[in-house]
């Protein structure tokens, strides 16, 4: 089985510009969650998904926003980019139910100048 | 913020020396988890207790539970060089949400 994909591994964006980061599931999850992680701040969850609805959602501005389309392909945008959003964006996936061990891909490096 | 926080946040030891890394969490949940991750990579999964369970085991890991206290720990007997990583506890409340900790970052000096 396919492990979880991100792409692009590499971004580097200017500020005020906007991202669109990509996540395709291990095949048959339902669950797509992202998060961001900073040297600072660690490991914050900004939403999840499943069967194409936003489930769950942190505690992140709405230029942060995200979707599920069908075959359970997950893509998150940001936008208006500030230095602040520098990051490692993780996704990761699961069945979705408990105990909903998630199973994260290697990450997006996004980079903001 | 409801997220956990780890203790210590960096760990140095010998090859072959047992590594204790703590976690506290402020939610109620239904579980918790520990994931490992290499620097710069994704998280993987190590090990799970439920919240009714106050030990678990599995291979070179032992895990504990007390959820009076909010707290789990993690042990790793006999360390190897390939054990270098940080890790993250990862609490599941009851709102099916993640809320993980800020992480110990293990070195295992060969």
């Known amino acids: 089985k396919a492990g979880v994909t991100q792409t692009p591994r590499y971004l580097i964006k200017t500020r005020g510009q906007q991202v669109t980061l990509s996540c395709s599931p291990i095949s048959g999850h339902r669950s797509v969650s992202w998060y961001q992680q900073t040297p600072g701040q660690g490991l914050q969850f900004l939403f999840e998904?499943?069967?194409?609805?936003?489930?769950n959602k942190g505690n992140f501005p709405g230029r942060f926003s995200g979707r599920q389309f069908s075959n359970s392909r997950s893509e998150m945008n940001v936008s208006t980019l500030e230095l602040g959003d520098s990051a490692l964006y993780l996704c990761?996936?699961?069945?979705?139910?408990?105990?909903?061990?998630?199973?994260f891909g290697a990450g997006t490096r996004l980079s903001v100048l | 913020s409801q997220q956990g926080e780890e203790d210590p946040q960096a760990l140095s030891i010998q090859e072959g020396e047992n590594a204790t890394m703590n976690c506290s969490y402020k939610?109620?949940?239904?579980?918790l988890q520990w994931y490992r991750q290499n620097s710069g990579r994704g998280l993987v999964h190590l090990i799970l207790i439920r919240s009714n369970e106050r030990e678990k085991h599995s291979g070179r890991l032992r895990v504990t539970l007390d959820t009076s206290k909010k707290s789990s720990s993690l042990l790793i007997t006999a360390s190897r060089a390939a054990d270098t990583a940080s890790y993250f506890c990862a609490g599941l409340n009851t709102g099916n949400q993640f809320y993980f900790g800020t992480g110990t970052s293990l070195t295992v000096i060969p």
């Open positions: 990761a996936s699961s069945h979705g139910g408990e105990p909903n061990i998630q199973y």
């Open positions: 998904y499943f069967s194409e609805t936003q489930r």
């Open positions: 939610t109620s949940i239904n579980n």
